[in-house]
């Protein structure tokens, strides 16, 4: 059969094929089963100082009422309109205005929140309340129960990082209303770190799958990572860089989505690195670089940036820095997916 | 602010948004949150009878050297063009013609082979060779080198079960040619079952991702059933269900794809089952009913069917009835987030 | 055979056994396999107020060369003569004088240390000093080089307990000095706490047999147990009873001791309590007794009580007590040996 | 202080401290943490030839209704009168006629048998029989009910080994009799290895503490090493050497006993091997020495022979040879104990 014979009769057969639904493999089998990693996800940084007053200005379109969503998508330029910041991950910023409480409800995603700015307004889990200051790392764990307020005189602005697109993936997506303002607090605030964060362990606990910790305090988080930065110049890449833990299983914080905190010191120029998991910075403390082949972002305090798979970058801080990120490691390392680089051409 | 000024404003400032990257969370939230598993996966069933003439015309239009593609993929009619059989897998019928060999590879992408027709044809993996029959198992693990042959004088159709969609949401696609036909064979046949899979293992063993018995032969696999069947009914909504295990851990035998095979005794009438990880079937042998809500399917030899995340449906046969299953309930579990109903309306 | 011939010829084949290494286990089994734990361990009580002028009195016989084993052995009266106050555990209290230096040496026998008097002396392991203080917990890890001293103005008093039976049983002792009478130093104080006690581990930890938080200091545990005094009144046998945890596991710190603080409110009557690990307690603060079958001990402040395996007992605290206290309940639970009951007559 | 004053004082030190249940370290430090294993176990052979009258003998001195108890201690040399053939292990030769039936019970202590003469006796466990034949290897699992009985014409005679002296130093020793000669069966024949033993497991199981395959038949293990002779000489100190494993776990098939099968091919000569874990060898086929310091031992089919914790010695086989051995390794692994040493001085 000449080639021109052979694609006409290939055509045709295509079109038989699709009434039974079968597709031939070997016309995509290039875009499915990539040498790399191949998507559309790309670098980019959300500058504070550029948008804070979008944020804020939801306040005044979106009521009280409809706090609970009150949200800025970080939208992955790569892909728009798929409320995604890298492929696996979603992440927005909440804004929560003085006197407002969002209804707890529960989900089956896991969510985190990261507090940006603002201080003093709550998130209750599992019937304990815990006050949010700048810097801390909450915890709103699969299936469980949540809901916050703000009962502080100024307005709140926290990074949320959920799993919704691996939640969609498996088609495995749960919510429900608890139907009330606020769930029943049964235990006293500083409860879930005094019982399982300080060391000690109730004596019957089995492993959980999410930190029991739901609350990790930056003040007490800073402090760690100072006392390292003391004995230590920390990893080539990462300078100090510490993971949240479950105490119950030395695991990530969440089983779905990789927790860090790292301190750059000042002056800091890290080697070049890559990874399979994306992951998402948020900037607690300092000023630096964000170095990617043929491009250079500047970050400062507060700004969100994102870097893709396999995507090589340098981190340089300008003064001592501290970033919070996250991404699907927690993932990819339960599924012997995760890969990384250490050197090599930036 | 009147309702339409505020929907005015509303659309304003979504347009002053995007340049940014932002997007408003509350206008798309109810999709991306939803109170139970809302996929565009529909029921389907491929009769073997049918598609068999067009799997076996794919060996006329697709020469030998394409062979290691001449698949047809098994589209969900809800998810057109897509490549995926469930929201989460892919699956595929593989033709290998006498005297044909697919040159060996590694991906990252776990793959299963279950023997749909013919036998003889074989698959090498780390250096030990298998001869598959009707029935058979078979893996190859991630970034495992794989390659195979058709050394009998019959035609094999094998169904292809790869975490495809899975590795793409975590953009972690890797995959390189061996650069020669075969592998090198290490290993006498049979050597990974004595090794791993007849009781025993090595002294100084440690837990792998993937089962070592990359073969499991369903002559075994139909004698334990057998056996089984002998001592119970089984499970009221399943028969004789039982997973394919990895002897090192206990777990899944792929650490992303969990494979059943299970036993209906003849007039068998499940109860009603819906779990979250919707399940491709094979049928090795029998024939029965899959009944779903306002639906029938009859199922026979060689058929494949898909029911979706949180269908109802039972199983019913007309004889003993013989099904193999794969779904990502492996990596569900390892998440968090697999649930099952048994009984309820069907 | 009349039964006393057959004694006879039972006692003569016997004789004929002994040169073949044989002997008959029906002589013997009922005393190898009991229905219920059997052991010569006794309960007993070592009032600090009688013995410790006898600690202190070590001080002027036993050189500071000799300071790393100026311990008295603390001997369950049913087990006289075998270094034992279980019948798998040692237990001592070791005097450390102002100026002394303990060389560093290793080996196989986990041991810890609670300080029962004095503040100052420190404890170096893995290239990290901690200075400790009454109520702290400090681990010396299995085959880890460890050394201490006391720069302070004051002798201090510890509790140690080792795992010394345990490795006898399994013969399986290896012990060698470094050489040098301190490690060198590579880590800051505070170091491990900040690394692995803070919420926090390192990226790429991998699961640890020991606990490297090897340092507790009793001003945090005492306030985590009084911050969980406030929302519960505990569990109705062990009032608020926690167990050092080991971060990289959530299992215990130490693999071969569990070990538990408890805090009694003022009144606590416990319930009676019984399991087969026989447990040593140290009284850090408080007053209270300790009910048995047909006797009770007053216990006080830095007093050391032990309760044997399966021996029914109840607490009662007179005044706010803290407990520490440590068993072998972590083998015991690693072997499926471990057993307890609640309630029943004391 | 001179000398002899002070070794005066602290006689009399001594013998103040004896009435406090106090004793001086000092004392008797070295031997309780020791620079290397120092038990009194001894290497030692039990010649089946030689020994084999006296096992038969005993069924003349016992009754049938004494026959549960119908055991030949095999105790080591150097621990006389303590039913030990290692410092943690029991072991035993037993011995049962036809048409006897030993009573059901169960005890905390985890027996294995290895059949050494004789085929068709019977072991019940958790509801299932198995036929027994010469070279299999059966579990009767901690606080399981077993009973066993000859319903066959000739005698059997097992090596019978338990983990008596470790449940005697956890003291934790529980045992019970069912009341009934014999449990009600509740499965048929093949059950378990059909169930936990073919490459499948049931879908929801959990790990198990034991392997529930309680019967690993001689015939299966010998084809595994029979296939896995083929491909490799195996290991220089050991030949083909596998464990039996627990297939939901991956461990050794008894938490407290590990236990393996190995093929010495014909002419085998093997490496110095040395490790903290005495060991129990029984000869199911062959012929050859133990070469051990100063001494060498010649062992053949049915011999029992045993190698103190860290003895060196070398395995010669004179023809092709398969030993099966137990030993505590199990429990050392778990608690961080276990060392070995390849090559070195023999």
């Given at each position: 059969?000449?080639?021109?014979?052979?694609?006409?009769?290939?055509?045709?057969?295509?079109?038989?094929?699709?009434?039974?639904?079968?597709?031939?493999?070997?016309?995509?089998?290039?875009?499915?089963?990539?040498?790399?990693?191949?998507?559309?996800?790309?670098?980019?940084?959300?500058?504070?100082?550029?948008?804070?007053?979008?944020?804020?200005?939801?306040?005044?379109?979106?009521?009280?009422?409809?706090?609970?969503?009150?949200?800025l998508?970080?939208e992955?330029?790569?892909?728009?309109g798929?409320?995604?910041?890298?492929?696996?991950?979603?992440?927005?910023l909440?804004?929560?205005?003085?006197?407002?409480?969002?209804?707890?409800?529960?989900?089956?995603?896991?969510?985190?929140?990261?507090?940006?700015?603002?201080n003093?307004?709550?998130?209750?889990?599992?019937?304990?309340?815990?006050?949010?200051r700048?810097?801390?790392?909450?915890?709103?764990?699969?299936?469980?129960?949540?809901?916050?307020?703000?009962e502080?005189?100024?307005?709140?602005?926290?990074?949320?990082?959920?799993?919704?697109?691996?939640?969609?993936?498996?088609?495995?997506?749960?919510?429900?209303?608890?139907?009330?303002?606020?769930?029943?607090?049964s235990?006293?605030?500083?409860?879930?770190?005094?019982?399982?964060?300080?060391?000690?362990?109730?004596v019957?606990?089995?492993?959980?799958?999410?930190?029991?910790?739901?609350?990790?305090?930056?003040?007490?988080?800073?402090?760690?990572?100072?006392?390292?930065?003391?004995?230590?110049?920390?990893?080539?890449c990462?300078?100090?860089?510490?993971?949240?833990?479950?105490?119950?299983?030395?695991?990530?914080?969440?089983?779905?989505?990789?927790?860090?905190?790292?301190?750059?010191?000042?002056?800091?120029?890290?080697?070049?690195?890559?990874?399979?998991?994306?992951?998402?910075?948020?900037?607690?403390?300092?000023?630096?670089?964000?170095?990617?082949?043929?491009?250079?972002?500047?970050?400062?305090?507060?700004?969100?940036?994102?870097?893709?798979?396999?995507?090589?970058?340098?981190l340089?801080?300008?003064?001592?820095?501290?970033?919070?990120?996250?991404?699907?490691?927690?993932?990819?390392?339960?599924?012997?997916?995760w890969?990384?680089?250490?050197?090599?051409?930036?």
């Amino acid at each position: 059969m000449a080639t021109s014979n052979l694609e006409i009769a290939r055509k045709e057969y295509y079109e038989r094929l699709r009434p039974n639904d079968l597709a031939p493999l070997w016309e995509v089998m290039s875009s499915l089963v990539t040498p790399q990693p191949a998507s559309a996800c790309q670098p980019a940084i959300w500058h504070y100082a550029t948008i804070r007053d979008q944020v804020h200005e939801a306040g005044t379109l979106i009521t009280a009422k409809e706090a609970e969503r009150r949200v800025l998508v970080l939208e992955n330029p790569g892909l728009p309109g798929q409320s995604r910041i890298t492929t696996s991950l979603y992440a927005g910023l909440q804004l929560i205005l003085p006197g407002e409480i969002a209804p707890a409800h529960r989900h089956t995603q896991s969510a985190l929140r990261f507090v940006v700015e603002g201080n003093g307004a709550y998130t209750a889990v599992e019937g304990e309340k815990t006050i949010m200051r700048e810097g801390d790392f909450v915890i709103t764990p699969s299936w469980t129960w949540h809901d916050h307020g703000n009962e502080s005189d100024e307005p709140m602005v926290w990074l949320d990082g959920l799993d919704i697109p691996i939640t969609q993936l498996f088609d495995a997506s749960f919510a429900e209303p608890l139907g009330e303002d606020a769930q029943s607090l049964s235990r006293p605030q500083g409860d879930s770190i005094a019982r399982y964060g300080d060391g000690l362990l109730p004596v019957d606990i089995t492993p959980r799958a999410t930190s029991p910790v739901f609350s990790y305090p930056y003040e007490r988080t800073r402090e760690a990572l100072t006392v390292l930065a003391r004995g230590s110049q920390g990893d080539d890449c990462h300078g100090i860089r510490m993971k949240y833990a479950n105490p119950t299983t030395g695991g990530y914080a969440i089983p779905t989505m990789a927790t860090f905190m790292q301190l750059l010191p000042s002056g800091f120029s890290g080697e070049t690195y890559r990874s399979t998991d994306a992951t998402v910075f948020s900037v607690v403390e300092g000023a630096g670089r964000l170095e990617l082949p043929g491009e250079t972002m500047q970050w400062g305090q507060r700004d969100t940036f994102v870097v893709p798979s396999w995507c090589p970058y340098r981190l340089v801080a300008e003064e001592e820095s501290v970033l919070f990120s996250f991404s699907d490691r927690a993932v990819q390392e339960k599924l012997g997916l995760w890969r990384e680089v250490r050197g090599g051409e930036g």
